[in-house]
Structure formats: structure tokens, C-alpha cells
T-cell receptor, first 114, second 113 residues
Framework: DAGVIQSPRHEVTEMGQEVTLRCKPI?????LFWYRQTMMRGLELLIYFNNNVPIDDSGMPEDRFSAKMPNASFSTLKIQPSEPRDSAVYFCASSWTANTGELFFGEGSRLTVL | EDKVVQSPLSLVVHEGDTVTLNCSYE??????LLWYKQEKKAPTFLFML????IEKKSGRLSSILDKKELFSILNITATQTGDSAIYLCAVERSGGGADGLTFGKGTHLIIQP
């Protein structure tokens, strides 16, 4: 298996633009997580899905952020409009179950908003 | 709110030294504590600890959990330059409906040749 695949790897955009990050989880994993990593705050959980259904989005910073999982093999995280404080590395992770603790992370999407 | 505090935040040692990384936590309905290693890219899983006093070991790395004092340590002996990374500690809670993991900010370890 190729592991969790994220795209784009790097994105540089201007404030106000829409940003869409994409994730393909490992086949057979029922849980998908979106995390954001910054120097100041470390890794923060934004939202997670179970069987394509959003379970907990309490970590989503505000209404500018939205996430979808239309099927078991694809998820998107969208920021509209983007702001400089959204600059971070966004990780997608998947697992067989949320209760094993072991997550498999993608390589991240580094977002820079100018 | 769950809380994970790692120390030190950064550490520079020479190759061959032994290092101890610390992780203290506060979590409702603790289930497990996990250690991850993050080099330039994605965090990769090292250990999961659920019981106090039982050491988990993998090569030169070992870890132990103290559920009474709410902390864990990660030891690396005979360090090598390839051990340079950010080491992340995370806690998982139990009880219906998982919340994912709560991560600490990490310890940035640099091994100098």
C-alpha cells in the first residue's frame, strides 16, 4: 500500500484565496483525521471522520474551514477565504479504528498564505 | 481539556550520548500514551503504552509509563545522527466516541556528530 497520500505538498497563495487540500487514506481504514501543525501550537486535531461521516469538528478554527469525505478513498479540507494565520502544515492521517491510537500520517501539505 | 506537556522543547547532544525525553499529561479517561518520531515529513509511530511500569523497547529506544504520576519517558541510548528528529508524545482517551489523539508540542532532538 502506498500509505496516506496528500496533495499538494506545498501551496503558496495570497490572502483571500480559496485553498483545497486533498487526502487519500489507506485502503480499508475507517477513520480519517485532519491535523494542523504549527510551531506555536504543535499538532492540533481539526476534524475526523468515521466511515465517511464527520464525527467531531470541534477543532475546526472557524467557518472559513470545511471538510468533506464524499467516499472512503478521498477527503478534502477547504479554507475560504484563506488568511496568513492559516499558514501551517496540514496532515491527514488514517487508521482502522480510532481506539488503537496508532495513526498513519501522510507527508503533509505545507500551506503559506501571503 | 486534555493537556500534554513535553520537555525539554529542544535538546542538542553528541553522538553516543543517552537522552531522556519527558512527557506529562492530563486527560479524562486515559486510554493510552503514544510516542511518534517526526523527521522532515510525517510522524511515524514508535510506541503505545497502556500499563504502568512495563517498559516497551525497540532497539536503542525504550519507553515507560507512570499512570500514577501521569508521565512517560522516552530513552534513546547510544544516539546516532539519524535519531535527530522531533519526538511527539500523544494521549488517547477512552469511552464512546474517539477524539483522536492530543499531541504535545514535541521535543526537537539534534544529535551532533
Amino acid at each position: 500500500d502506498a500509505g496516506v497520500i496528500q496533495s499538494p505538498r506545498h501551496e503558496v497563495t495570497e490572502m483571500g484565496q480559496e485553498v483545497t487540500l486533498r487526502c487519500k487514506p489507506i485502503s480499508g481504514h475507517d477513520y480519517l483525521f485532519w491535523y494542523r501543525q504549527t510551531m506555536m501550537r504543535g499538532l492540533e486535531l481539526l476534524i475526523y471522520f468515521n466511515n465517511n461521516v464527520p464525527i467531531d469538528d470541534s477543532g475546526m478554527p472557524e467557518d472559513r474551514f470545511s471538510a468533506k469525505m464524499p467516499n472512503a478513498s478521498f477527503s478534502t479540507l477547504k479554507i475560504q477565504p484563506s488568511e496568513p494565520r492559516d499558514s501551517a502544515v496540514y496532515f491527514c492521517a488514517s487508521s482502522w479504528t480510532a481506539n488503537t491510537g496508532e495513526l498513519f500520517f501522510g507527508e503533509g501539505s505545507r500551506l503559506t498564505v501571503l | 481539556e486534555d493537556k500534554v506537556v513535553q520537555s525539554p522543547l529542544s535538546l542538542v547532544v553528541h553522538e553516543g550520548d543517552t537522552v531522556t525525553l519527558n512527557c506529562s499529561y492530563e486527560v479524562t479517561n486515559f486510554r493510552s500514551l503514544l510516542w511518534y518520531k517526526q523527521e522532515k515529513k510525517a510522524p511515524t509511530f514508535l510506541f503505545m503504552l497502556t500499563s504502568s511500569g512495563i517498559e516497551k523497547k525497540s532497539g536503542r529506544l525504550s519507553s515507560i509509563l507512570d499512570k500514577k504520576e501521569l508521565f512517560s519517558i522516552l530513552n534513546i541510548t547510544a544516539t546516532q545522527t539519524g535519531d535527530s528528529a522531533i519526538y511527539l508524545c500523544a494521549v488517547e482517551r477512552s469511552g464512546g466516541g474517539a477524539d483522536g489523539l492530543t499531541f504535545g508540542k514535541g521535543t526537537h532532538l539534534i544529535i551532533q556528530p
